[in-house]
């Protein structure tokens, strides 16, 4: 009895596994049917609209290799507004975090793979307050 | 002239071979080179690797509570362990297999277990040199000894760090991994080289007193009844106190102050006094073994709360790398005259490596408090602030330096 209550999360994993390795659309944003009683998944962007930012390199305007995304930061509503990248140092010594607002962030394709961007310059980057997990300062792009 | 010195009279051993001097500088030189890309590069890679900060902190933070539970034991094992050369082949092994599993299958319970195979193996490695250097040379000639290998080891640091940086930066981190796990053949090579029989497995624990009755090791509690190296674990984790957290925050500083060469400026504040390590060390060496080990352990203790107080008054990038030399001074001596003041301290005992187990905790402990201290003063008071913080900690350090630590060099040496 006790036994069976212990497998039963093991055994939902199990089946998600299950499911994701016999549906090609599970997890994607295909809109085919997953599993048959399923709700359909409701197709809303293309896949080669999105892209996955944890650990990508980003960089500015003028200069390359700035720095690489580590986290996101979401409001209440659960829409993101900050993105925080890491940067500088050297073999991992003396890097630096800072949050920077997530509408100054974007993906630019130069060719084969689509790059991040962030619309600050480097100096306004370096000189940013130190994101702190505990209470985040967030960079603002400047309008001008 | 106490009973343990008749008895290695007695047994005079002939001088190590020139093969395996040799074999020991490139061992440590390749021992450098593999611990490298280890430290916090590791959290570098994971982030490529799109983990999450959560994750890759519970790696770390496991890694270190392991690392201090890990290096008593360690020595213990060292000093157990009838041949040091088979221990050190071992560990080598260890981490090269944790580079490889790193680098191939950077999931967590793979990472988990390299890194807890990594610190199970650095704590054996550790004592397992200084056990090597010990046996293969004598108490007699050991502090020189000690001062060459910390040349090599301050030579494979700077090449290493160069190297592994460059690649991790034009290659990719996974690359880093992959050349550590490479680089653990040629330090296995090199431990090859140094013979068999040229390192006395007695010696290399520090000796067996002869007048001891059983003719065994001695117990652990007549090894922490001695002073001096109760006060030297204590010195040794203000030290680590005061150190720890200095590099990363000049390397954050730089990085904020400089611009265009803030890389550049980082790569300058580690291996600048690497370099200073590989060319006073040997003089080091010779030194203890002339002027006794206080007077240069004091200075050793002494330069970091100088470096620690001029990091606090200085805001240029380029003094901030002059003022990273005086480290290498630290370096130096803490490299050197560690491990001879517990030969000294720990001779005819049998337990060399245990007590280097007990320093390595003492180091661990302070390092990570270290951290944590110096990150609470930079958040709330700045990086000024934190810097004479670590210095107030070198400071106390050398104060109970001077006041405590006993000269261990003994009288007819």
């Known amino acids: 009895m006790r036994n069976s209550r212990r497998l039963a999360p093991v055994l939902v994993l199990f089946l998600i596994g299950e499911i994701a390795a016999v549906s090609p659309s599970f997890g994607q944003t295909r809109g085919e049917p997953a599993v048959q009683g399923a709700e359909p998944l409701t197709p809303f962007l293309k896949r080669n609209q999105l892209e996955s930012v944890l650990g990508r390199e980003v960089r500015t305007r003028a200069e390359k290799d700035v720095g690489r995304i580590i986290d996101l930061l979401a409001d209440r509503h659960g829409r993101v507004q900050a993105a925080v990248i890491e940067f500088g140092g050297f073999l991992g010594i003396g890097t630096r975090k800072i949050a920077v607002e997530w509408s100054a962030v974007s993906f630019e394709s130069d060719g084969k793979q689509p790059v991040l961007i962030v619309d600050l310059t480097r100096d306004q980057l370096r000189a940013a307050p130190e994101y702190k997990g505990s209470e985040p300062a967030v960079v603002r792009r400047a309008f001008d | ?413």
């Open chain 2, 1 to 413: 002239m106490r009973d343990w010195e008749a008895k290695q009279e007695a047994h005079p051993t002939k001088a190590p071979s020139r093969a395996s001097q040799r074999g020991l500088d490139w061992f440590t030189f390749f021992v450098a080179d593999i611990q490298t890309g280890f430290g916090p590069f590791l959290s570098v890679y994971l982030t490529t690797q799109k983990w999450t900060q959560v994750d890759i902190g519970l790696v770390l933070s496991l890694g270190s509570i392991a690392s201090l539970l890990g290096q008593v034991p360690g020595g213990w094992l060292v000093d157990w362990a009838r041949s040091k050369q088979r221990a050190a082949a071992f560990a080598i092994i260890g981490i090269g297999v944790s580079a490889f599993l790193i680098a191939v299958a950077p999931i967590f319970a793979t990472i988990v277990a390299a890194k807890l195979l990594h610190v199970a193996s650095s704590s054996v490695l550790g004592p397992a040199v200084a056990a090597i250097t010990l046996g293969l040379v004598g108490h007699a000639a050991v502090g020189p000894r000690l001062g060459r290998n910390a040349r090599f080891a301050a030579i494979g640091n700077g090449l290493a760090a160069g190297v592994m940086g460059a690649c991790g930066y034009f290659v990719s981190a996974q690359a880093v991994f992959l050349v550590t796990a490479v680089l653990a053949i040629p330090a296995l090579l090199a431990l090859s080289r140094i013979r068999a029989v040229d390192v006395d497995p007695v010696r290399a624990d520090g000796g067996i007193d002869a007048c001891a009755a059983s003719q065994r090791a001695a117990g652990i509690g007549r090894l922490l009844r001695s002073r001096a190296l109760c006060v030297l674990a204590a010195c040794v984790l203000l030290f680590h106190l005061a150190n720890a957290a200095m590099l990363p925050l000049v390397g954050s500083d730089v990085t904020m102050r400089s611009s265009q060469w803030a890389t550049a400026l980082v790569a300058a504040c580690i291996i600048a006094p690497q370099l200073v390590v590989a060319s006073i060390s040997p003089a080091v060496g010779r030194l203890a073994q002339s002027w006794g080990r206080r007077p240069l352990l004091l200075m050793g203790f002494a330069a970091l709360p100088l470096r620690g107080a001029l990091l606090a008054c200085t805001n240029d990038p380029y003094m901030i790398v002059a003022v990273q030399a005086l480290d290498g001074i630290s370096g130096a001596v803490l490299g050197v005259l560690v491990p001879l003041a517990l030969a000294d301290v720990t001779r005819g005992t049998g337990r060399f490596n245990l007590a280097q187990g007990i320093v390595g905790c003492a180091t661990g402990i302070g390092a990570t408090l270290s951290t944590i201290g110096a990150g609470y003063l930079a958040d709330h008071f700045g990086t000024a602030t934190a810097f004479a913080g670590l210095a107030a900690a070198a400071a106390f350090a050398f104060v109970l330096l001077l006041g405590m630590m006993p000269e261990t060099k003994p009288a007819d040496a």
